[in-house]
């Protein structure tokens, strides 16, 4: 594979710089140091877009996180060196692939490592939701319990209900796998038919079908312009009274604005979300709904987890500016074109 070599032919015997968006775990950031300059960010939270445009000048390798827009216009101010963009993330929708593909720069993700506890995370939310967890928790706070009643936080069985997967892709898999532990029938939707998990229980449906008849539904698509508002306010109405939406996919996969409707007007039961349209706001009248719960997109964050990500984007990095073929690249068509 091609190395980015200077016009003239001569490579900079340095080791190369490489800019790194927010500080990440210590262990991915070790070992990026062994062979790269290390700038990380030292601004505190998500690195204003002045300062990102500023930093990744000149620089050969960009660390992001999925709170970084990386679109043409980053890629055009860090310039003709930049060999890779590492994301700290599964997802990436919030890079532009076309562009950097067009600029010869790899782009890479953190796949696998954050399946199981993403998976765990779901389910976490799925039984919050349905038993009532966080209003019990705030009602105990609230030295309001009086002992055992009859009648105190009604909420809905888990075991042996249909859940309902859209996006049956790694997470989504491993979301299904735990449901066999719960007695459930499991249903899927997938722009693909997958005939190969079909022989382990999981049964495919048309999206109607599967919203109209889950008592679970749980979203685990990518995000993309075929997935954007995939749960809007038509299949919002078509989901059961008694259902349960969870997302712990991408924020802009629902219509926000129509899921507080279904919420207040009760076309569903409840929702527990992980992610939002447009973070880190959120519908103002989400935060006052009762029947939803809410979490600050922690899906991946275990600490193991979040350690192994670290890891893992570093060593994409360096394979990338190795000269050899990331493990995890998201844009494999680009070392062709560069050949
Ligand atoms: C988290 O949302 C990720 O994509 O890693
Ligand atoms: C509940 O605590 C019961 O014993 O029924």
């Known amino acids: 594979m091609a190395k980015k070599e200077v016009e003239d ?17 210590e262990e991915g950031l070790e070992k990026l140091r062994e062979f790269c300059e290390v700038e990380v960010s030292d601004y505190d939270g998500v690195i204003p877009r002045e300062i990102l445009l500023r930093k990744v000048e000149g620089k ?4 992001a996180l999925l ?22 993330a599964a997802g990436f929708n919030n890079i532009d692939v076309q562009e950097a593909t067009k600029r010869g720069i790899m782009v890479t993700n953190t796949p696998h490592v954050l399946t199981e506890t993403t998976a765990d995370f ?90 109209e008849e889950a008592d679970f539904v749980t979203l685990h698509v990518p995000l993309t312009s075929a997935t954007y508002h995939l749960i809007g306010e038509k299949e919002l109405k078509l989901m059961k009274k008694e259902a349960y939406l969870i997302n712990t996919s991408r924020g802009e996969v629902v219509d926000e604005k129509a899921l507080v409707r279904a ?12 992610v939002f349209e447009k973070e880190p706001q959120i519908e103002k009248e ?26 893992i984007a570093a060593e994409n990095m ?14 494999p068509e680009v070392i062709h074109r560069k050949n």
């Open 60 to 63: 050969k390798g960009l660390l």
């Open 286 to 311: 989400l935060l006052e709904l009762p029947n939803v719960v809410l979490t600050p997109h922690i899906g991946s964050a275990s600490k193991t987890t979040r350690v192994r990500m670290a890891i």
């Open 122 to 211: 779901t389910w976490a939310l799925l039984l919050t939701v349905a038993r009532r967890v966080v209003e019990a928790d705030r009602f105990t706070r609230s030295a309001l319990f009086q002992g055992w009643d009859p009648f105190l936080f009604w909420g809905n069985d888990v075991y042996g209900k249909l859940l309902g997967i859209v996006g049956l892709g790694k997470i989504g898999k491993a979301v299904a796998k735990r449901a066999q532990g719960f007695n459930m029938k499991v249903w899927y939707y997938n722009r693909q038919r997958l005939p190969q998990e079909e022989r382990w229980s999981v049964e495919y449906q048309a999206l109607p079908q599967l919203l």
């Open 67 to 88: 709170t970084d827009r990386i679109d043409r216009e980053v890629m055009e101010r860090a310039g003709p060196f930049l060999l890779v963009i590492s994301n700290y």
């Open 263 to 274: 919420l207040q007007e009760g076309w569903i039961a409840g929702a527990a979300l992980d």
């Open 9 to 25: 032919g001569s490579i900079p015997m340095d080791k190369p710089i490489v800019f790194v968006t927010r500080h990440i775990p």
């Open 318 to 331: 360096l394979r990338a500016l190795q000269g050899e073929i990331p493990q995890y690249l998201v844009n």
